[in-house]
Structures are given as C-alpha cells and as structure tokens.
C-alpha cells in the first residue's frame, strides 16, 4: 500500500460521518487493515511510549486489582498493563481490532472483548483500579468528546487512577479548523475529565518523537 495511512483513516473516517455514524469507521479501519489494504496510524506494534514511561516511573503493582484499557485496538497497551499484575480487560468497538488483538497475543492474560464506550456493560461503572485512555476520545468528533469523556470517567473507581495520553491542542484553535481524525484535545478538554471526586494529579505535555511539531499530553488522575 502507498498512500499515506494518515489521508486513509481520515477518508474511511469521513465516509462513516457521511453516514451519520461517527464510530463506525473504526470497524472500517480495522478490517481494511487485516485485509492489507490500509494501516492504523496509532497501531505501533508496541506499548505506547508515554504508557511505558508513566509504568516505568510510577511502578504500579496491580496484583489484586483490576485495569480497562478504553478502545485497545491489537491489545499492545493493554499487554503492558496485564504484566504489571492487574486483572486486565481491553475493549473496542472494532470486531476487527479484537480478532486481531486475540492473533497477536493468542496466550494473553488479558480479556479482549467488543464493546461501546457510549454504551458500556453496567458493572463497569465505577469499577476498576485502573483506567487507561490512550487516543481514543480524540479519534471521535468534537462534537461528541464531552460524552465520550464523561463515560471514561465513570469507568474508574473510588482510590482508583486514570491516565489519559492524547494529542494536544491549543485552546485558541477553533474547533472549526480542526479536520480530523484526529480532533486533538484543549487543555480545557484535558481538565473537563475532573470532577468533584476525581483529580487531576498531574499533566505533562511533550512532543512527539516522530513530530516534534506534535504535541502530547499525559494526564494522571486519581478518584477520592
């Protein structure tokens, strides 16, 4: 394949908003990528660098506890995340991430499923240790980020963390001259995942190696 993956996503993306149907292109994405016709931009055949880093510095012992790893794709994260000890489950919308990410990790720990984040199953509210949300709020149109935020955070529970790593955007850009995928969040999007029981610990924002133009943000909260 020689066209750019970025000007693929974003034409399989925008074909899926033509409909009225703002999270089906990542099924689209997923299976045109396990047929060879297409490859998933943020599919990096590893852990998320700033995922390891936070795992790295933090040195979290998850024995006992539970992780969800929000739209986990081919399961790379949440790899990372079950060989810290914690009782981990990946989910995607995509039926085609999931097959993949059971091919690739065919002796896994982790529990991969399909799933809606805007319709979640009712015993995760609230429920584990561990919330990782990398990439996934900001693949979905402005329009629909304050939703998707407010479900990720009712994922975490009480004493629990959750980390976000996203693309960052400067407050002064209007939303109108973002073309995504993806919409890179604001800071105000970043601080909109607090709430009266859930804090912002610590934010950082970096550049990406392959871009230094790009810009990051890895944001640690913790719920009372």
Do not use: C
């Not at 009782?87 to 002796?107: L, Q, V």
């Amino acid at each position: 394949m020689t066209e750019d993956p970025d000007v693929v996503s974003r034409r399989i993306a925008r074909e899926s908003l033509d409909r009225d149907d703002p999270t089906g292109w990542f099924e689209n994405l997923y299976a045109a990528a396990a047929d060879g016709d297409a490859v998933v931009p943020w599919d990096r055949g590893t852990a998320h660098q700033l995922l390891t880093d936070w795992i790295n510095e933090a040195e979290p012992d998850g024995t006992g506890k539970t992780a969800l790893v929000v739209g986990a794709g081919t399961g790379w994260d949440a790899e990372l995340v079950v060989d810290r000890g914690y009782d981990t489950t990946g989910f995607d919308i995509s039926p085609s991430a999931i097959e993949t990410a059971h091919r690739n990790h065919p002796d896994s720990k982790a529990h991969y499923l399909v799933a809606d984040l805007f319709a979640p199953p009712a015993d995760w509210h609230r429920a584990f240790d561990l919330v990782v949300e990398i990439y996934t709020v900001q693949a979905l149109p402005i329009a629909l980020q304050p939703q998707a935020i407010k479900q990720v955070t009712e994922l975490v529970a009480p004493g629990g963390t959750l980390l976000v790593i996203a693309a960052a955007r400067a407050d002064d850009v209007p939303d109108e001259q973002v073309q995504g995928p993806p919409w890179p969040l604001t800071r105000a999007a970043i601080q909109s995942f607090t709430g009266p029981d859930l804090h912002l610990i610590q934010l950082d924002q970096s550049p990406s190696p392959a871009d230094p133009s790009v810009l990051r943000w890895r944001a640690e909260y913790l719920r009372d």
